[in-house]
Structure formats: C-alpha cells, structure tokens
C-alpha cells in the first residue's frame, strides 16, 4: 500500500506514473501505425 500511496503522491511517483502512461500510449500508437503500413502494403502489392 505504501508503494501506491508513493506512487501517486510524490515528485518521483507521479514521474513515473507519467512514463508508465506514456510508453503505453507510444505503444498503442506504433502498432495502429505498423498495422496500418502493414495494410496498405498489401493492397499494393494485390
């Protein structure tokens, strides 16, 4: 419980939290962006 109160209170926690946040945000958007180029090739090329 302390790690969730530190988490979300702190200088560092909230740091952290916002490169969590972050990094799964530029995770959803590369595989939209992938999937996306992966599709487009394949019309392409068929």
Same mark, same amino acid.
């Not at 939290?17 to 590369?30: K, P």
């Given at each position: 419980? *302390?790690?969730?109160? @530190? !988490?979300? =209170?702190? @200088?560092? &926690? !909230?740091? =952290? !939290? &916002? %490169?969590? %946040? #972050?990094? !799964? &945000?530029? $995770? %959803?958007? #590369?595989?939209? #962006? #992938? $999937?996306? *180029?992966? @599709?487009? =090739?394949?019309?392409?090329? &068929?």
């Amino acid at each position: 419980m *302390k790690a969730m109160m @530190d !988490l979300f =209170s702190t @200088d560092y &926690g !909230l740091f =952290s !939290l &916002g %490169v969590i %946040v #972050f990094m !799964l &945000g530029m $995770a %959803v958007w #590369f595989y939209r #962006f #992938f $999937a996306r *180029k992966m @599709d487009e =090739s394949q019309r392409q090329q &068929g």
